[in-house]
């Protein structure tokens, strides 16, 4: 049902790496976020958007950082990436409806060494 | 700020018996609350989510869950579990007029038993 996609599924790599998570939805939906998923924790609200060259940062604060140049794309950028960036990423969207279901793609965990 | 309790972090069933699974929330007004499982490896799907009117709200899959606002909980409830229910279940509390923003709980484990 969900047509929203993230890549890469996983990713391994060395502390200081510049990362792009990708994310893109086909549902036409204007509101996208970023949810950041540890073992054992909630899901936090990292970044979100409600439509082309808006974002706002979410109830956890995150060194990365977003950009919404397309309605479709979301893409999250680590500039230096740690090891305390390991994590799960979770990207979603929804349509225009105040608290309208959301659509979670697979996810892309992230380890850093 | 809202926020959302899963007492139980893990809960293990025997296929065909009943399931309910906690859910306690923190929030000033009636909120909007939901339920979503995960699939390991997949993303978060929606089962049911309440809004307002009938406080027992039925979802896929067989679940329901009723909102007690006297406890502040949002219990989920499954008559017969299904070996293919195993997953994990997070419920989320929605702020009204706060956008599509959602504050989840931590997510209760669930195993079933053959």
């Known amino acids: 049902e969900a047509d929203i996609y993230q890549t890469p599924r996983y990713l391994v790599i060395g502390t200081g790496k510049k990362i792009t998570l990708e994310c893109s939805q086909t549902m036409g939906h204007d509101k996208m976020y970023w949810y950041q998923q540890d073992p054992g924790m909630e899901l936090h609200l990292i970044h979100y958007?409600?439509?082309?060259?808006?974002?706002e940062k979410g109830d956890l604060s995150s060194e990365s950082t977003v950009s919404r140049i397309r309605t479709e794309h979301f893409p999250l950028t680590l500039e230096s990436a740690r090891p305390s960036h390991t994590s799960q990423y979770l990207c979603?969207?929804?349509?225009?409806?105040?608290?309208?279901?959301?659509?979670f793609g697979s996810g892309t965990q992230l380890s850093v060494l | 700020a809202q926020s959302v309790t899963q007492p139980d972090i893990h809960i293990t069933v025997s296929e065909g018996a009943s399931l309910e699974l906690r859910c306690n929330y923190s929030y000033g007004a009636t909120p909007y609350l939901f339920w979503y499982v995960q699939s390991p490896g997949q993303g978060l799907q929606l089962l049911l989510k309440y809004f307002s009117g009938d406080t027992l709200v039925q979802g896929i899959k067989g679940f329901e869950a009723e909102f007690k606002r006297s406890q502040s909980s949002f219990n989920l409830r499954k008559p017969s579990v299904h070996w293919s229910d195993a997953a994990e279940y997070f419920c989320a509390v929605g702020a009204r007029g706060g956008g599509n923003k959602l504050t989840f709980g931590t997510g209760t484990q669930l195993k079933v038993e053959l």
């Open positions: 979603a969207s929804s349509g225009p409806t105040t608290n309208e279901k959301l659509f």
């Open positions: 958007s409600y439509g082309v060259n808006s974002t």
